[in-house]
């Protein structure tokens, strides 16, 4: 079965950090990328940042490069996602996805409604 668990949200003040984690089922984990979509009240889904199981290669959205970090440890099949520096524009539920249909690529990351979806953890960045 299928499963992506989310973890590690919670309520930081600007200027903090916060690190996500997404356990993945040995499944998806051996074939697919990976990665974070974030998604703000009254706002579209953002692909935030995604990684690459065969070469590792990663993508950022511009909104948080320099401030976000995407790493993968392969042996406990867990992605992270370390976020310094949040600001308030940060706060939005965090889902974490992969699947046949995910695209991770230096253009963006994308994924569709039949790939694999975590629950989502909420991050709300608030002095």
């Known amino acids: 079965q299928v499963q992506l668990v989310e973890s590690g949200g919670g309520l930081v003040q600007p200027g903090g950090s916060l690190r996500l984690s997404c356990a993945a089922s040995e499944f998806t984990w051996d074939y697919y990328a990976i990665g974070w979509f974030r998604q703000a009240p009254g706002k579209e889904r953002e692909g935030v940042s995604c990684?690459?199981?065969?070469?590792?290669?990663?993508y950022y959205a511009d909104s948080v490069k320099g401030r976000f970090t995407i790493s993968r440890d392969n042996i406990k099949n867990t992605m992270y996602l370390q976020m310094n520096s949040l600001k308030p524009e940060d706060t939005a539920v965090y889902y974490c996805?992969?699947?046949?249909?995910?695209?991770?690529?230096?253009?963006?990351?994308?994924?569709?409604?039949?790939?694999?979806w975590g629950q989502g953890t909420q991050v709300t960045v608030s002095s």
């Open positions: 996805a992969t699947g046949p249909g995910v695209v991770c690529a230096g253009y963006g990351y994308y994924a569709s409604g039949t790939d694999y």
């Open positions: 990684i690459r199981r065969v070469d590792g290669i990663t």
